[in-house]
């Protein structure tokens, strides 16, 4: 029988049995941030313990790093202090650290893939759980807490167990105005944000084969949110043409050899999971999300549910609660709703082709009156590309800010932060209450290009009707 | 068994209501701009507790009933959302070591359990009972018993289930990883030499 790529890749890189049964699992590939390494590190000095292979750790800042501000010292001393932090670590340890310096820094989820560090075959953790963007690739990667950076830094391994496999096939075709953001969105509405706990979701079907890597990486990006710790596509020759030419990636011959291996760790087509899921693209919708976690998406042209409508107490008790905290009636439509706030960027959705697409339809149109638009590229080479392309000049004569690489307003972790119950059209992955940086603040998640359309009419909009597609 | 061994935990118990309880709402991430996880305990559930203008809001958290709890009893889908350790830390620096909840984002657990903080899940009807049990007599102390899998309260006991793995290393005392897995050096060298893209 077959294996799958999930258990191909656990395999060839499992160390051994743990005494509790878990498994310890090399680590290929290790990312990390300002946010969640300092205590990694300090914890390693404490014990005396060194970085075992200072080549597989790799380094960006993001999360602190204002979009407005490029010279240092920053204004907020923490911020300051945490990005020095993470530099002495990385000087110390002799880590790869892209830092705001080396037109390389970005968001960890498109600077791993754009520098072709994140391949697929490989295990890759971050202390970060949209690490689950990279298995996009083909690779298996995890999200893990500080005590576990810790782990990786001083032995390249953690204890996991392993996870079962849900494949996950979209098939037919995309409605045009419909984005890989509604796909991931309509997922986790249809399996639910703790549907995946256990599982590795395994993405594919006509769907994601007709994907750009770019596309791959914004549904596996939020796996997290169906509560699927991993999400990954089968490599093909999308995935190996992208890798092609980039600085981390094996060169000429190597890299022929490196597609024959990489090739190998697909799924076998015999292979066995434990759970297969089909949908029908064309039921897709442009999805946006109406309440206070991912999972609750509705379609555009739907209403926000009604507490009646959830079917046991608790759901009844989540819809109240999301209502409150989003001023909206159950009933209610969802289109028209006024926005105060359109944010495009993040590791969801921050790629050049976010940027790009969203450029196309925008030209020639402005942002509404009293709505604060701000486009974040997700890295400085996505920064760079965009505007050879003059990308950065249709959005400012649009209206929209243009900013430096980061996180920005998809935490409150920088400067950029909505202010008190304003509501949000943002391309992000996360509706949490707060998750903004005001606890009063709305996010509506969805598409970047009903960002776009939301921005211009200055309510929550179906781009269909405002872009010809 | 060592020192760090873990078989039981006892204490009075505070229920924070809600599903999908997420890492935002434990730990807002504002608080999180900090290169150790000292003093997180104080921001634990902020924009639960406190309004923004700084005065606090009415729940359980901020109850002087509850004061004293060193367990939470939760929802649904506990944990939800980043892998920030901040979450756990914040719970264990604020005095809770153990969270009863009706099932646990899988990052959240893990990070938890790694930390020795005990998370259990027991049913939806059970823990109303457990919620409706303190609520009317706060000072009743809650036991988990990793041994019997049972949670005991009163006169009461329900059943509790925790992963196997995490059941056995935290009754173990081995549920803090790392010197187990520098034990495993020389084997990481093999599988290590085994992989080109870590070689090259
Ligand atoms: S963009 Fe948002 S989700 Fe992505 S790494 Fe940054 S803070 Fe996390």
Redesign the pocket.
Known sequence: MGKTLFEKVWDAHSVKTLSNGQTQLLIGTHLI?EVTSPQAFGMLRERGLSVRFPKRTFATV??IVPTNEAVEPYSDSLAQGMIEELRNNCVENDITFFDTNTGHQG???IVGPEQGITQPGTTIACG???TSTHGAFGAIAFGIGTSQVRDVLATQTIALNELKVRRINVNGKLAPGVYAKDVILHIIRTLGTNGGTGFAYEYGGEVFDGFSMEERMTVC?MSIEGGARVGYVNPDDITFEYLKGRKYCPKDADFDQAVECWRNFASDADCQYDDVVTINASEIQPTVTWGITPGQGIGINECIPTIESGETQSARASIAEALDHMSFEGGSELKGKKIDVAFL????N?RLSDLKEVAHYLKGKKVAEGVKAIVVP?SQVVAKIAKSLGLDEIFTEAGFEWRGA???M??A?NPDKLIGNQLCASS???NFKGRQGSPTGRTLLMSPIMVAAAAITGEVSDAREIFEF | MNENSITKIEGRAVFVPGDDVDTDRIIP?RFMKCITFDGLGEFLFYDVRYKEDGSKKEHNLNDERFSEATIIVGGNNFGCG?SREHAPQSIQKAGFNAVIAGSFAEIFFGNSTNLGVVCVVVGDDDRKQIADLIDKQPELVVSIDLEALKVNIGEYSFDCLIKQDARKSLLEGSFDALSELLEGNSEVDTVVSGLHYIND
């Open positions: 941030h993001d999360h968001i960890v989820h970060d759980s949209h990006n960027g993040s590791c969801t921050g997700g980061g996180c920005s998809c935490l972790m992000s992955n996360r | 991430a980043s």
